[in-house]
């Protein structure tokens, strides 16, 4: 009789030192693999040296971000395909940060 309560109860320890072990890996899997696209660091990275940080540099001639007046779809159009001076991103970024870029410009605007 003891020897089956000494079994029963390590066979208890065994299975809950396993599942605790478990429960860790998966909490941690998802935080690991959300990945954020933050379109203002990508507008410094990409778009500052003709645009600059506040849009209205005008570098090479590009336009004034702060008065223009563009929807998304179209900004995203401008971005992807590139417009006489500016150059095309598609092939730098992908869709998500085209996107995410797009979105961050209306902060830029003045009105
Ligand atoms: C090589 C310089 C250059 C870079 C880099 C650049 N642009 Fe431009 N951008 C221009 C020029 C020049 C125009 C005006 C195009 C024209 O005359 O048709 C323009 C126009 C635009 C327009 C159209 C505005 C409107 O209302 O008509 C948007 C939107 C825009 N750029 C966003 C961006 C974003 C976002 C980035 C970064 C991903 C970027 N640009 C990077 C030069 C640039």
């Known amino acids: 009789m003891k020897i089956i309560i000494t079994l029963v109860s390590f066979v208890a320890l065994l299975a809950a030192c396993g599942g605790n072990g478990q429960k860790t890996n998966d909490s941690k899997t998802p935080a690991t693999k959300v990945?954020?696209?933050?379109?203002?660091?990508i507008y410094k990275t990409y778009c500052v040296t003709c645009h600059g940080l506040y849009g209205d540099m005008g570098g090479s001639g590009?336009?004034?971000?702060?008065?223009?007046?563009?929807?998304?779809?179209?900004?995203?159009?401008?971005?992807?395909?590139?417009?006489?001076?500016?150059?095309p991103f598609e092939g730098l970024l992908n869709e998500q940060k085209?996107?995410?870029?797009?979105?961050?410009?209306?902060?830029l605007r003045s009105e």
């Open 98 to 107: 085209i996107k995410a870029v797009a979105k961050h410009i209306e902060t």
């Open 35 to 41: 990945k954020k696209v933050d379109g203002a660091k």
């Open 62 to 87: 590009a336009f004034d971000l702060t008065t223009s007046k563009l929807n998304l779809k179209e900004r995203i159009e401008v971005i992807t395909k590139g417009r006489n001076l500016m150059t």
